[in-house]
């Protein structure tokens, strides 16, 4: 069953290349994956090889350019005709010889695509220096110019359909991140933790499975907790650790990030304060979350809460998250930080992560939400607290 209607990919696709006009671009060659999704569907594990979708002002369908035996996956997934699906063979696979790009040269020179400005995504993951040699090689007569995040930005207004998917990656996460608090206790090697929450994330809600992330658990404690973007480690807990957990739930490649942290036994003075600030500073900033209001103002609420009882967060507070493949969920468009201008709209939205990082000890509590006409709606149910666990069930701490 199709995750949308033709009619919004049909509907993307004019939003995508209105933009391409705007900026000059006669062909546009995505190949971030998440991109490629958006504009045709297709999802499949196949980022680890060059592939591509084309989009072209002359063309009324994208075309999808990928390995042979993945064009069956994008017959599956894609709403595309049988005639935008071209594929290109095993001998092209990480050759000294070929390369997918001089493929995808052909492509565009069966279709009249070889002239004019093509843009390109310089700076995704998956678009190596040398996949950008060969196609310039392979394409000689075209100019070439950056189209960096022109799909990004697209994304970053949400349709109804996409905010119901991340409403339930909100409900999936919830039960995750309950489940990481259930199986945190004294004696519990780190892995095992990370199996269960993995489990949690993956078997989703009893009316739908989850997606896999596109992080895996960053879960770090004792002293590790201090350091951002660390998985488990080959240990077991203690009493007196302190565990960050940040984790997403995902359903159909869209993502609603969460992050609370866990101390093991009686909280340190210092992290229990730490986490009275931002529990304030994280109320504080989404009051200010509005149609018009500038993230740089979201963020300002937030500094202005923390230093005022002695902090600062040196990093950004949040960014736009959904649609995403690893190794990121965020979107790589609007940050909640010191000048960015972006205005809030309906139907955007963002993960703000108060991660705080100090010498020996961190703490980490994030929120996602959407704007709405109102205000925002966080999708997460999870308390909002510093937790403390034992021997028996989670109480949250408040002091």
């Known amino acids: ?21 705007q900026q000059g671009i006669d062909t546009l060659i995505v190949t971030d994956p998440a991109n490629m999704n958006y504009l045709t569907g297709y999802d499949g594990w196949s980022f680890y090889v060059p592939q591509a979708v084309v989009v072209a002002l002359t063309l009324d369908e994208p075309i999808w350019v990928g390995r042979g035996i993945d064009s069956n996956g994008a017959r599956l997934t894609c709403w595309l005709d049988e005639a935008q699906i071209r594929a290109y063979g ?14 995808v040269g052909e492509v565009l020179d069966e279709f009249n695509l070889v002239h004019g400005y093509i843009g390109v995504e310089m700076d995704a993951y998956y678009f190596s220096a040398y996949a950008y040699q060969r196609l310039v090689r392979a394409l000689p007569n075209a100019s070439f110019v950056d189209a960096t995040l022109l799909v990004n930005w697209v994304r970053l207004i949400k349709s109804d359909q996409e905010i119901a998917y991340i409403q339930q990656a909100g409900a999936i996460v919830t039960r995750a991140m309950y489940t990481a608090l259930e199986v ?16 949690a994330q ?14 895996v658990p960053l879960i770090p404690s ?18 007196g650790d302190s565990v960050n957990i940040e984790i997403a739930g995902c ?12 101390v093991i036994g009686q909280p340190e003075p210092r992290l229990a304060e730490l986490a009275k600030v931002v529990v304030e500073g994280l109320a504080t900033a989404l009051a200010v979350v509005r149609p018009g209001a500038l993230c740089e103002e979201v963020e300002n609420a937030w500094q202005s809460t923390i230093q005022r009882h002695g902090f600062i967060k040196p990093s950004r507070l949040g960014y736009a998250a959904g649609l995403n493949y690893p190794p990121d969920w965020g979107e790589h468009t609007a940050s909640l930080r010191a000048g960015d201008k972006t205005v809030l709209e309906p139907n955007m939205v963002f993960h703000m992560i108060a991660g705080m990082w100090h010498d020996g000890y961190g703490l980490e509590m994030s929120e996602a939400f959407r704007v709405t006409p109102s205000g925002a709606e966080v999708l997460a149910s999870v308390d909002r607290c510093l ?12 002091a």
């Open 222 to 239: 004792g002293v590790r907790a201090s350091a951002a973007h660390l998985t488990w480690a080959d240990r077991r807990y203690e009493v």
């Open 387 to 398: 937790f403390v666990v034992g021997e028996e069930r989670y109480q949250g701490a408040t």
């Open 90 to 103: 095993d001998h092209y696979v990480q050759s000294a010889v070929l390369h997918p790009m001089d493929y």
């Open 202 to 215: 993956i078997q989703g809600t009893e009316e739908y499975s989850g997606d896999y992330p596109a992080i």
């Open 1 to 21: 069953m199709a995750l949308f209607t033709r009619r919004e990919y049909e509907s993307r696709l004019q939003v995508v290349k209105h933009r391409m006009n």
């Open 251 to 262: 359903r159909h490649r869209y993502h609603s990030p969460l992050s609370r942290t866990v």
């Open 184 to 199: 945190i206790r004294p004696g519990v090697r780190e892995s095992d933790a990370a199996a269960e929450i993995f489990r």
